[in-house]
């Protein structure tokens, strides 16, 4: 027998008999009638579980994370505004019923049940995944996350107060509210909400506002591993900065009165508490997953004796707010209209086609004001000693610096963020002069935790801002890569696009460093980046482009909500010359700030019949080789892909129109690199010859040898040759 249908036969049996759990009297500042209020939210969600696992059993349903056990987030969603902003665990269905009764207009059983059926109608994800989420409850959608959102709920809670100074068109989160975000105790040993919760505490340490609610759900058990008995409180309890609260999960009275003292502590003292509510787990970690084959009996059986919707019960009627029948009606009710919304429910329409399931990656455009340049006189004096220098050609480096002034001069809503970003202007120097122009608000030092540095892009992309953060180095970005693939490119696809998490990603990276790092900051794979859908990556070669392609990048990001990763390539930053000492043949004058290059237009040089396509330092290289192979009689036309995700195929193959054959230069592995793709992209499109050159299957190493395992300028010209004297 489903243990669900057990503790429903218990639940009724104990009720109707007056055999209540042992505990507390009800005592506290939760009135009579939200007190009722939260045990229906309870019901409902207890409920909606129960049926959702016959929906699955019968094939109606799909995979499923119950919430029974931890009813008790009805009683914290009761302590909350309904505009604060609330990232959840997955096990908060109980949250968002109590939230949904709050707002008027809602159809919590309606609405979740289309979840859980994965029907199209489902209003939050379209069919697409069983979420909890809500536009209108302002719970942005979150499905089996094992901490990652908690780092996104640092930036939203940050950028409440710096919304306030600097409000962004697009803001969304009111200037007196707080964030809260939901996690298990077992999530709560990840590094990631323990990266988390240091940077939170490091903020709070210096008093910068930041009003966030972490709220652990400590039930004792992750899947199959138990919880070491008081340990969530020993490791939280004194974190500096951090204000511990702690209540009996099971308890209404008692959990509404911590929720509410520590949201009070948060909203008034902008700074961030710890909830520490002890709960329970019922039925196991998800439908499938069955714990009496792993826990004694006497555990899980102890654990559905003290069911929370009976110690709800039981305080209720203790304290004479409702009767055992009135309990039981409630329940009943509520059970009732389950099964008949399920009935309904199971007839919906699902997905069908890959074109329905995927048109919810790229996020709507939404309408921007339109700009008019910065104020008079500002631009003149953010630049102030630059602009002399502005008529003579400069190295990528500056002119990035550049562009980044005059983005920064004409939307206030872009706020940038990394590690060494501000007083030292980054590794290479980069952002140098920009925290002088433009002070600390809009140019955040952070942590050393790339975790955290995109969390706050993300937040603070929930709040209508335009992030720009800053990786130091492209292989830094695998300590982090998940707030990318797991968060910020999924929140469109699982809120059908209803929330967006737009930002211009920054990353110094690819190889050919000469004095300089080994593979750690010499890093030549794009691949974790290539595939994950939605995503747009940059990348250019010289500062003319990388000043263009920054300002589309930016346009992207600001009125097509889309994510953009915009990868500057560091042996570039200060190149020079590009065929002779002192030619300055590689360096740029500064393109006007209405000019940009948009997304999908690849860069041509020559029209020869050989075509080389390639990008980033392969270009550079290219455009060398070229002049040798002029030289001897081969005649090339280079193409700079620019755009690396995703493919601009038109481009490309306009751009080869009139060649006779095509040789890839790919700085990048040939396991995985662009290479692979592109050749594959001419099979299908093209029948002219082709062949690549790509990086050895290595990482990099540090000394004379920093560039053997990559393309060079001898190797293209052999390939090429090889290749046109082909038959």
């Not at 009722?36 to 349903?61: E, H, P, T």
């Not at 006779?660 to 700085?667: H, P, T």
């Amino acid at each position: 027998m489903d243990r669900a249908d057990i503790v429903h036969d218990a639940f009724v049996t104990r009720v109707s008999a007056g055999q209540f759990p042992d505990g507390n009297v009800a005592s506290g500042p939760l009135p009579g009638p939200e007190a009722v209020a939260i045990f229906r939210a309870q019901c409902l969600s207890r409920n909606l579980d129960r049926r959702s696992r016959k929906m699955q059993a019968a094939g109606q349903g799909f995979y499923t994370i119950g919430s029974s056990g931890h009813e008790g987030m009805a009683a914290v969603a009761s302590a909350l505004r309904t505009d604060d902003m609330a990232f959840l665990h997955y096990r908060d269905g109980a949250f968002q019923t109590r939230r949904s009764a709050m707002v008027p207009g809602t159809t919590p059983a309606w609405d979740m049940l289309l979840s859980f059926s994965t029907a199209k109608s489902d209003p939050m994800s379209g069919g697409r995944h069983k979420v909890l989420g809500s536009r209108s409850l302002n719970i942005p959608p979150q499905t089996s996350t094992i901490a990652s959102h908690l780092p996104k709920a640092v930036g939203a809670a940050y950028s409440i107060a710096l919304a306030k100074r600097h409000p962004p068109e697009h803001k969304v989160l009111a200037d007196d509210g707080i964030v809260m975000c939901s996690f298990g105790d077992a999530s709560a040993n990840h590094s990631t909400a323990q990266g988390a919760i240091n940077t939170a505490c490091w903020t709070s340490y210096q008093s910068v506002p930041l009003p966030l609610l972490f709220v652990c759900e400590d039930n004792g058990i992750g899947i199959s591993t138990r919880t070491p008995q008081g340990w969530i409180g020993a490791n939280f309890a004194h974190k500096p900065g951090l204000k511990y609260f702690r209540a009996d999960g099971l308890d209404i009275f008692d959990t509404f009165r911590a929720a509410q003292q520590a949201a009070d502590y948060v909203r008034t003292r902008k700074k961030p508490a710890f909830l520490h509510l002890t709960m329970v787990r019922l039925y196991g970690h998800a439908g499938a997953d069955l714990q009496q084959t792993y826990l004694a009996k006497s555990v899980f059986e102890d654990w559905e004796h003290n069911d929370p919707l009976l110690h709800s019960a039981r305080l209720l009627t203790e304290s004479g707010i409702l009767s055992q029948d009135d309990v039981l009606s409630i329940y009943t009710e509520t059970e009732a209209q389950c099964a008949r919304v399920a009935a309904e429910v199971i007839q919906q329409p699902r997905l069908t086609s890959a074109s329905e399931v995927m048109a919810a990656i790229i996020p709507p455009v939404r309408v921007c004001k339109p700009t008019n340049g910065p104020p008079a006189g500002a631009r003149d004096t953010a630049f102030d000693s630059d602009l002399k220098q502005m008529d003579k050609p400069q190295p990528m480096s500056r002119l990035i610096n550049w562009a980044l002034t005059d983005l920064m001069l004409e939307f206030p809503e872009i706020v940038m963020m990394g590690e060494d970003v501000g007083r030292k202007g980054g590794v290479y120097g980069v952002t140098q002069k920009l925290s002088d122009r433009f002070g600390p608000d809009r140019m955040i030092d952070t942590v050393l935790d790339e975790q955290s540095i995109l969390g706050l892009a993300i937040g603070l992309g929930h709040n209508g801002f335009v992030p720009m953060p800053e990786i130091q180095f492209l292989a830094y970005l695998h300590n982090a890569e998940d707030q990318l693939r797991g968060e910020a490119a999924t929140l469109p696809f699982f809120s059908n696009g209803q929330f967006t998490n737009p930002m211009v990603l920054r990353i110094a990276g690819l190889g050919y460093q000469k004095g300089f790092g080994g593979h750690f900051h010499n890093d030549n794979s794009l691949a974790v980046l290539r595939d994950i859908p939605g995503v747009i990556v940059a990348c250019p070669s010289h500062g003319a482009d990388a000043a263009k392609m920054l300002r589309e990048c930016v346009r992207l990001a600001r009125e097509e909500q889309r994510v953009v990763v915009f990868v500057e390539p560091i042996a570039l930053y200060p190149m020079r010359d590009l065929h002779d000492d002192k030619d300055s043949g590689w360096m740029c004058h500064y393109p006007a700030p209405d000019q940009r290059i948009e997304l999908g237009q690849v860069g041509v040089t020559g029209d020869g019949p050989l075509a080389i396509v390639t990008y980033g330092n392969g270009h550079y290289l290219s455009q060398k080789a070229a002049k040798t192979l002029e030289e001897q009689g081969i005649s090339t036309r280079i193409i700079d892909m620019r755009w690396i995700a995703p493919m601009p195929v038109e481009g490309i193959l306009a751009a080869i129109n009139g060649a006779e054959k095509v040789l890839v230069v790919d700085e990048c592995r040939g396991t995985g690199g662009q290479s692979e793709a592109l050749l594959s992209m001419l099979i299908e499109h093209s029948t002219l010859p082709a062949a690549r050159l790509a990086a050895e299957d290595s990482f990099i190493a540090t000394g004379p040898a920093y560039a053997v395992t990559m393309p060079s300028h001898g190797s293209i010209v052999t390939a090429a040759t090889d290749l046109w004297n082909a038959p």
